[in-house]
């Protein structure tokens, strides 16, 4: 990942996340007795936010994983 961020465009945001579960627990997250954790990983901690916000609506809790700089 670091090599394809580091092509792009300045002024561009880099963030990963959802990549560690499969559509079968996206679409049933309110089945689980403990609601499943998402790390969001990303360089631009207001995009985190909005994606964090996103990830709770799908019945998830969300944590800030990690930076994403190239």
């Known amino acids: 990942m670091r090599a394809i961020a580091g ?3 300045t002024g561009r945001f880099c963030l990963r996340s ?3 579960t499969g559509a079968i627990n996206m679409g ?3 089945d689980y007795p403990v609601k499943p954790l998402i ?3 990303g360089d631009n901690e ?3 936010a ?3 916000e996103l ?3 799908l019945g998830f809790d969300s ?3 990690a930076n994403t700089h190239a």
């Open 46 to 48: 207001a995009n985190k």
């Open 39 to 41: 790390l969001v990983a």
């Open 50 to 52: 909005v994606v964090m």
């Open 18 to 20: 959802l990549n560690t």
């Open 63 to 65: 944590v800030r994983y």
């Open 7 to 9: 092509e792009l465009d």
């Open 55 to 57: 990830i709770g609506k």
């Open 28 to 30: 049933n997250a309110a």
